[in-house]
């Protein structure tokens, strides 16, 4: 079982949808949860930082973290073509070591 | 805003060359990355370096391997041998003190020929 799991998509969506996007993981070690968009040949850029399960909202985008479930989503409400590129989870435990998950191609269609 | 620097932002070398990955992190972080990623595939930690020492590596950080922080600027990455397998898009990363997540620089992309 890969350590975290992510749909590759690709995820098609008309503008002005609400968008969600999921993550599991296995390792219960894991407390910090974040959340990257990464456009073609670029860097990962970071969205959303959560610290343990919870909620946690910054202008269109939500993350929630339910670690019981070992289940992360972020959601992209009042999808902009803008918003198109891959979405990476990733996650870490008390070291500084990231995992991430393989990405979501997100479109968002005119 | 302050940013992660990577240069070159292509390198193209033949096999079994030795190439030097650059990276300037951003000013006062402390703790300093090297991810690589094959096209098509997850983004795979390599290394982590702190205190002028290396902190974790993964399985992939191999003899082929080795980080520097020559100055008080610069952070890099060098793969002694390369192997056409090392074709991959190498991302720098930092994150500062007290913080907890990382900024990754625009990455470097390497193709063994």
């Known amino acids: 079982q890969k350590e975290v799991e992510q749909d590759p998509g690709p995820l098609s969506v008309p503008e002005g949808a609400i968008v969600s996007l999921n993550c599991t993981y296995s390792n219960s070690a894991f407390q910090y949860f974040m959340w990257y968009r990464q456009y073609s040949r670029k860097g990962p850029e970071l969205l959303m930082y959560?610290?343990?399960?919870g909620n946690k909202e910054d202008g269109r985008f939500t993350a929630q973290v339910d670690k019981s479930s070992k289940y992360i989503s972020l959601f992209i409400r009042d999808s902009q073509p803008s918003d198109s590129a891959t979405y990476l989870c990733?996650?870490?435990?008390?070291?500084?070591?990231?995992?991430f998950g393989g990405g979501t191609r997100l479109m968002v269609k005119p | 805003e302050p940013e992660v620097t990577q240069t070159p932002s292509h390198q193209v070398t033949q096999m079994g060359q030795e190439v030097i990955l650059r990276c300037v992190p951003i000013s006062n972080h402390l703790y300093f990355y090297w991810y690589r990623q094959i096209l098509g595939q997850k983004v795979e930690f390599l290394v982590s370096f702190y205190n002028n020492e290396i902190s974790e590596k993964s399985e992939i950080f191999d003899d082929q391997f080795s980080v520097e922080r020559p100055d008080g600027s610069n952070f890099t990455l060098k793969i002694r041998s390369t192997k056409l397998e090392d074709s991959a898009m190498y991302f720098c990363a930092s994150i500062g003190t007290g913080g907890n997540w990382a900024f990754f620089g625009q990455g470097t992309r390497l193709t063994v020929v």
């Open positions: 990733a996650m870490r435990g008390a070291g500084n070591m990231l995992t």
């Open positions: 959560t610290y343990s399960s």
